[in-house]
């Protein structure tokens, strides 16, 4: 997926079209209409280009010039100023504060566990999976409070949360009545945007068929 543009891009960005780090800098690049070439990786053959701009050799990697950037949420808040319309987080500062600690918690609360399911080890994945339901169905009332995740604009919360959101059905979540209606909501809304549908690679948009 590459961001169109009649401009040759000089920003490129190593992605892993599966994962949600990486899903989460394209929606940031498609909200923004950013001028970029995405090149997806396979994260278990990293190329020595890449290992030349990344010496631990992760994904998602960005590459503007000649800076290169190897954390996805470094990437998204660089990019958010960088390109600051429209504006992905709060312009005051307590706002941007909580704004960032909303994004700290969403990975350590529930990047965290998504990881864990995904490691392949069984009972690590079933207490990671319970714990992740258990963690979103306590949390579905604030997915109702206001249009987008505690706020009333779309901001790099919400891109950290429709990547992940989009992944339940694969990670095998599924939350009983009344939660999964809030949480359902709140997602078809982060799923209808034009540039969530812009930021979904061929095999993520397989994982809805």
Request: hydrophobic letters at 40%; glycine letters at 2%.
């Amino acid at each position: 997926m590459a961001v169109a543009s009649n401009k040759r891009p000089v920003m490129t960005f190593y992605s892993d079209a599966l994962s949600a780090y990486s899903h989460r800098v394209r929606i940031v690049l498609a909200e923004k209409n950013i001028t970029v070439e995405i090149t997806d990786v396979d994260p278990l053959n990293i190329p020595d280009d890449l290992m030349d701009l990344n010496p631990y050799g992760t994904l998602p990697t960005l590459s503007d010039r000649d800076l290169t950037l190897y954390e996805s949420r470094i990437i998204m808040e660089y990019l958010d100023e960088r390109f600051p319309h429209p504006p992905l987080l709060p312009v005051g500062p307590v706002s941007r504060a909580k704004a960032r600690l909303f994004l700290h918690r969403v990975d350590k609360d529930w990047y965290t566990l998504a990881n864990a399911i995904l490691s392949g080890r069984k009972e690590p994945a079933a207490r990671a999976r319970k714990e992740l339901r258990e963690s979103l169905i306590t949390t579905a009332p604030i997915f109702d409070a206001k249009p987008y995740f505690m706020s009333d604009e779309f901001t790099l919360v919400d891109c950290s949360l429709a990547a992940l959101l989009w992944r339940l059905p694969s990670l095998g979540v599924d939350l009983p009545a009344p939660a999964s209606k809030l949480v359902h909501d709140y997602a078809e809304r982060m799923f209808e945007r034009e540039s969530f549908q812009l930021s979904l690679s061929e095999v993520e948009r397989e994982l809805r068929g």
